[in-house]
C-alpha cells in the first residue's frame, strides 16, 4: 500500500491496495521486495509494523530515485513505450499530489522563502519574490522563521557561541525577521553607502559600510514573539515595539539608565549574555526578548576607559568600539546616528 490514499473498501472487507492501479504497480515490482501486503522490506529482509515510517518515505531522506516521487510510495515510476520514465507511478498518484515533489519542499523549508515556505529566495533577501512585495506592504512587523530553515540555525548559533557568560546559555524558543518599512531602510542604505563611499571597505573584503551584527537588549512590556503573537502593541513605553516599528531613537537615551559609559548613543555588544542584562519583560510571558540588528561600524575608534562625554566619535571615526580589558568585561559598539543600526530578527528565549 502507497500510504497515501486509504486502502479500498468494498463493503465487506478492506483490500491490500487503494486501487488497481496501485496493486498492478506493485505487482510488477514483486511487491517491491517486500511481502503480500506490499510493505517494503527493511534492511534486514524483515517486514515493518503498519504505522512505522520507513527510510526515504516521509521526513527524513528524499525519494529514492526511479521511484514514485509521491509521498510514502515506493513504488517505480511509469515509463511509456520508449522507455521514459515520469515522476509517478501511475495516473492516480500524479492527480493526489501537488506538482513540486517533497524534495522540492523539504529544500525551500531549509534554504527557501521564510514566508511561504515554498519558492526560492530572491536574491539576498530572506523572501521570494512574491512575498517579498507583501511583506514590504504590510511593514513594519515581525515573520517568524521556521526551525528547519537555515536562517534560524544561523541565528541561533551565534547567539549560543557570543554567550559569554559563565551563566548557562539559555534554549532559544523562536526567532522572527523584523521587516522595516522602506523609508526605514532606504534612510539606513543611504548613511551605509556614505560610509562606504569613505572607507571603501569592500576593498578589504569586508561587508559595505563594514557591516556587523550586534545584539540589543531591551523592555518589552507586551506578549510580542510569544507563539502566535506578531501583533505590535502600542503601548509608547515598550521600547521593543517602538523599535520593531521605526528602529532605534537617540531620544530615548538615559531613559531606562541615566548615564552612558561613551556618552548619549546607541549601545550594542557582539556578547549576546551583556544584551541579555538589559533585557526585561513586564509581562507574564515566560521567555526573554533579544534584538539582533544589523550595524554600520565603519572606522571604528578603539577605547578602553569611560568616557562618558562623548557625543560622536572622534573626527574620522563612524561609531566607538569599546573593548576588554578597561572599564568593560564584554565589550560594547556605540554609534551616535539613529541611521547607523536596524533591528533584523527578534529572538525569544528562556
Request: glycine share 8%; net charge positive.
Amino acid at each position: 500500500h502507497c500510504k497515501v490514499r486509504p486502502k479500498y473498501h468494498d463493503g465487506k472487507s478492506t483490500h491490500p491496495y487503494c486501487s488497481r492501479t496501485c496493486a498492478n504497480a506493485s505487482k510488477a515490482n514483486g511487491n517491491n521486495n517486500g511481502n503480500a501486503n506490499g510493505y517494503p522490506a527493511n534492511g534486514n529482509g524483515q517486514t515493518p509494523q503498519r504505522g512505522i515510517t520507513m527510510p526515504g518515505a516521509f521526513n527524513n531522506t528524499a525519494p529514492i530515485v526511479g521511484n514514485c516521487s509521491t509521498p510514502g510510495c515506493q513504488l517505480p515510476v511509469y515509463k511509456d513505450s520508449n522507455g521514459n520514465p515520469g515522476k509517478y507511478c501511475s495516473k492516480s498518484h500524479k492527480s493526489c499530489v501537488p506538482e513540486s515533489s517533497w524534495f522540492s519542499d523539504h529544500r525551500f523549508s531549509r534554504k527557501g522563502c521564510i514566508a511561504c515556505r515554498k519558492s526560492e529566495k530572491s536574491g539576498k533577501t530572506n523572501f521570494c519574490t512574491a512575498c517579498e512585495v507583501s511583506v514590504m506592504r504590510n511593514a513594519p512587523g515581525i515573520i517568524e522563521i521556521a526551525e528547519e530553515n537555515e536562517t534560524f540555525k544561523i541565528v541561533s548559533q551565534q547567539f549560543k557561541r557570543s554567550w559569554r557568560h559563565t551563566t548557562t546559555c539559555p534554549k532559544v524558543r523562536a526567532i522572527y525577521k523584523i521587516v522595516s518599512a522602506k523609508q526605514i531602510l532606504d534612510k539606513y542604505n543611504a548613511y551605509r553607502d556614505s560610509v562606504e563611499a569613505r572607507g571603501n571597505f569592500t576593498a578589504v573584503n569586508r561587508p559595505p559600510g563594514n557591516e556587523n551584527r550586534r545584539w540589543h537588549g531591551t523592555r518589552r512590556k507586551c506578549t510580542l514573539g510569544d507563539k502566535g503573537c506578531t501583533t505590535l502593541c502600542p503601548d509608547p513605553q515598550c521600547s521593543l515595539c517602538c523599535i520593531v516599528r521605526t528602529s532605534f531613537d537617540l531620544a530615548q537615551f538615559g531613559k531606562k539608565t541615566s548615564w552612558g559609559r561613551f556618552g548619549p548613543g546607541i549601545y550594542t555588544s557582539s556578547t549576546s549574555s551583556k544584551a541579555n542584562d538589559y533585557s526585561s519583560t513586564d509581562s507574564s510571558s515566560p521567555w526573554n526578548a533579544m534584538l539582533l540588528n544589523k550595524v554600520v561600524v565603519g572606522k571604528g575608534y578603539k577605547i578602553l576607559h569611560d568616557n562618558p562625554s562623548l557625543a560622536a566619535p572622534p573626527p574620522g571615526y563612524d561609531s566607538v568600539l569599546a573593548e576588554v580589558g578597561g572599564s568593560l568585561n564584554y565589550d560594547e559598539l556605540v554609534v551616535y546616528s539613529n541611521d547607523a543600526v536596524r533591528p533584523s530578527y527578534l529572538v525569544m528565549y528562556e
